[in-house]
């Protein structure tokens, strides 16, 4: 993969675009229909227009394939630039990179204490451009700015979180029972080269939660981002080439799934696989992984319930429902998408729900008065719209207003499904967008049974204000998160991650760092 110069790259791009009959003049144009309110930097506008190649071995280098990948804005559904497709052979330069870079003592012998100083510089370099990261984020998923800007903040709690355990990375001294005298002991040590795999909803968060760990550990990494979101990815990785890391620790690469993606979860260098995204997905990535015993993490779908009974607080179910499955466009693994609700309250909790999900004004994420932005593509537009009217043919009552939203933004009414039961699809599978699926129950044992149905098992909640039900409950739920009167809640130093289909492995906390490290013991004979 040679190295181009910007010329030769933005004729590259030109004739890519071309061939896609989309015009490089048209950009400008993108930015006055989505930026109403003129909040677009202009160093957002810069970057978003530049040439786009991949990060490999500390360079910025561009695929030798003609193949591109369309990045689309949600809201308007014109491109925003386009990515390279890379070629297998080219997946196998950036591992060569990355096991280049884990074999240099710069890296590898780097202290904990300066490990943890590169890191925290980074987090500031995060926070330096965090407007900026959110910006990218927003045109690039269509998500809110409000949104991206949490997220910015909880991506730089992560990084400075997980830097302090650069330094608390630790074996153990055993006393053993084997004859004679004996020095056991186990040491910690880096996995290796790390595939990180992601999905679109949290580009960026999720670009944090592969990269950081794997820093952390001594390990070096090749990150792929969504085919759909690439962009703060490629952004993140200017600033890690600004913090200091040396070459090769960090790469990151674009390409579809099942030509880059498939390429990464096969490939012999890699010691440990970290994923995120669709069941489907990981069960493939899980199976290639062990051609090789790579080592995997899959953090996987969900279909998450909240048990709500008679006795919780019904203003702050309805709201906390409301947010737990529209928060994001219902794009997140975790999101609340089935109501168990006790018969007596049910009624009036859906109606309250049903009123938020009426009132929610579908705008450009960059819209102040955005409170429904658009989904990240048309594909899942259409899939969410399916899924929808799959409901309705199969009995499910509409309980809110707006149904198909028309025009070129890839909107999805939020929407409240009522009468459904758990064989239904929309209630089995996972749907990924802003609709909820909702049941009355009689009493605790029905609930409990309704809820743990499922072949998912990532994050529930309960709503009550009966501490002897709840605590009786929490050991019950088959889920990695349970939340009590709330939803969607996270903090770098509380695991998260799924039972069931839902997953291997925890993200988070100290968990986290076991899943990119080895144990080696160590056995030393006194006599
Ligand atoms: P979603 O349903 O959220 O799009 P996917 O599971 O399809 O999630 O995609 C998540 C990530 O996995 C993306 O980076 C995608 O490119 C990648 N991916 C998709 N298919 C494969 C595959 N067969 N092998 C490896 N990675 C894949």
């Given at each position: 993969m040679p190295y181009l110069e910007s010329l030769e790259l933005q004729n590259h791009v030109a004739d890519s675009l071309l061939r896609h009959n989309y015009n490089l003049d048209d950009l400008p144009d993108i930015f006055t229909q989505v930026d109403r309110e003129n909040i677009l930097l202009d160093s957002v506008k810069a970057f978003i227009a530049k040439p786009k190649g991949c990060f490999i071995g500390g360079e910025w280098m561009h695929s030798d394939t003609d193949s591109v990948i369309p990045v689309y804005e949600p809201f308007t559904g014109k491109v925003l630039?386009?990515?390279?497709n890379l070629s297998v052979s080219e997946v196998d330069e950036a591992v060569v990179a990355a096991r280049k870079a884990f074999a240099n003592p710069e890296w590898r012998g780097m202290k904990p204490m300066a490990r943890q100083a590169m890191l925290l510089r980074l987090s500031d370099l995060v926070e330096e451009n965090a407007e900026q990261l959110a910006q990218i984020e927003s045109l690039d998923n269509g998500k809110s700015i409000t949104g991206a800007r949490a997220e910015l903040s909880s991506a730089i709690n992560h990084i400075r979180y997980m830097a302090g355990w650069c330094s608390k990375i630790e074996g153990k001294v055993n006393t053993v029972s084997a004859s004679g005298q004996q020095h056991a002991y186990t040491l910690k040590e880096p996995v290796g080269v790390v595939a990180g795999i992601i999905p679109w909803n949290f580009p960026l968060v999720m670009a944090v939660w592969k990269i950081i760990p794997a820093l952390?550990?001594?390990?070096t990494v090749i990150l792929k981002p969504a085919e759909q979101t690439p962009l703060s990815a490629l952004r993140l990785a200017e600033l890690i080439a600004e913090a200091g890391f040396p070459k090769g620790v960090v790469n990151v690469i674009t390409g579809t799934g099942v030509q880059v993606g498939a390429a990464l979860a096969s490939h012999p260098g890699i010691n440990k696989i970290a994923f995120t995204g669709s069941t489907a997905v990981g069960k493939s990535i899980g199976k290639s992984a062990m051609e090789n015993i790579t080592r995997v993490s899959l953090e996987l779908g969900g279909k998450s319930p909240l048990i709500v009974f008679a006795d919780a607080d019904i203003d702050k179910v309805i709201?906390?429902?409301a947010n737990a499955i529209f928060y994001n466009q219902g794009q997140v693994c975790c999101a609340g998408s089935r109501l168990y609700i006790h018969r007596d309250i049910h009624d009036?909790?859906?109606?309250?729900?049903?009123?938020?999900?009426d009132s929610l004004t579908l705008a450009s994420g960059l819209d102040a008065s955005c409170g429904m932005?658009?989904?990240?593509?048309?594909?899942?537009?259409?899939?969410v719209n399916g899924y929808i009217a799959q409901g309705l043919s199969e009995g499910a009552k509409l309980a809110t207003k707006r149904s198909i939203v028309e025009g070129d933004g890839y909107f999805v009414a939020p929407t409240v499904l009522t009468d459904t039961h758990n064989a239904m699809a929309v209630v089995r599978e996972e749907i990924f967008g802003p609709v909820l699926v909702v049941q009355a129950f009689e009493d605790e044992e029905e609930a409990l049974r309704l809820a743990n149905d499922s072949s998912y098992g990532l994050g529930a909640s309960i709503w009550s204000n009966d501490l002897t039900r709840v605590h009786r409950l929490i050991p019950q739920i088959e889920a990695g998160v349970v939340w009590v009167n709330t939803h969607n809640l996270g903090d770098p130093s509380q695991p998260f991650g799924g039972y069931k289909q839902s997953g291997i492995g925890r993200e988070q906390g100290r968990e986290q760092l076991d899943m990119f490290l080895e144990t080696k013991s160590v056995w030393i004979d006194l006599n």
């Open positions: 630039n386009v990515i390279p952390v550990t001594g390990c709201k906390g429902a009036k909790v859906v109606a309250g729900i049903a009123a938020i999900a932005a658009p989904l990240v593509s048309k594909p899942h537009q259409l899939r």
